[in-house]
């Protein structure tokens, strides 16, 4: 009788039901097997897939976007984490491995090519934070950065990939690049060639 208790107890798991506190939920605690609110084993996973597929888009976006904000409600600090993650992507800041993944995503199969492609933004990102604090950088319209940063709070709260989330924010991070570039350039010292007059 001893044994089969401590079978009984090793064996023993909480359903969906069961809180940690000791509350008891919709379900039932039972010995051995996990069941869901219906005592059914397995939990009908699949059929309530079945059901998400067969609802319409509106229906279950708005069935997901209700779920999320009521997860924001209990987790009000956890945009600001998701906005964090979401950056260092934006900026291939999670590793090669995760770059060449999302690099499939966008048709790049090449890891050599995923991997020249993040090294050719860091350049470039470097370009651009230098850009940043030109003269020719502040000479551009407010608006125009304004609408960058809106297309950059668009993504950096929900979902972001690269290469393709980030497209739409190329041609700012170019654009602040060139203003480096072309600010080097002009500091530049020039010199006469020799035989040639000014």
Known sequence: ?????????????????????GARGAGRWRVGRPTGPAGRWPPPYAARGSA??????????????SL??????????YPL?????????????GGLSRARFTARTAGI?????ADAGV???????????????TRRARAVPWCVW?????LLASIVFVTTETPRFRAPLDPFVILLASAALATAAERRPTTGVPGVAK
Not at 52 to 65: K, N, V
Not at 109 to 113: D, E, K, N, V, Y
Not at 125 to 133: E, H
Request: aromatic share 4%; charged share 20%.
């Open 146 to 150: 304004l609408a960058g940063a809106l």
């Open 109 to 113: 199969g090449s890891p050599l090519a």
């Open 81 to 93: 984490k998701v906005a964090a993650y979401n950056g260092l992507r934006l900026l291939d800041l």
């Open 1 to 21: 009788m001893g044994a089969r208790r401590g079978r009984h107890r090793r064996g023993a798991h909480p359903d969906p039901g069961q809180r940690r506190d």
């Open 68 to 77: 999320a904000l009521r997860y924001v409600r209990h987790h009000p600090a």
């Open 119 to 133: 090294v050719c933004f860091w350049v470039l990102a470097l370009l651009a934070l230098a850009g940043t604090i």
């Open 52 to 65: 998400a597929a067969a609802a319409s888009e509106p229906d279950l976006q708005g069935r997901l976007r």
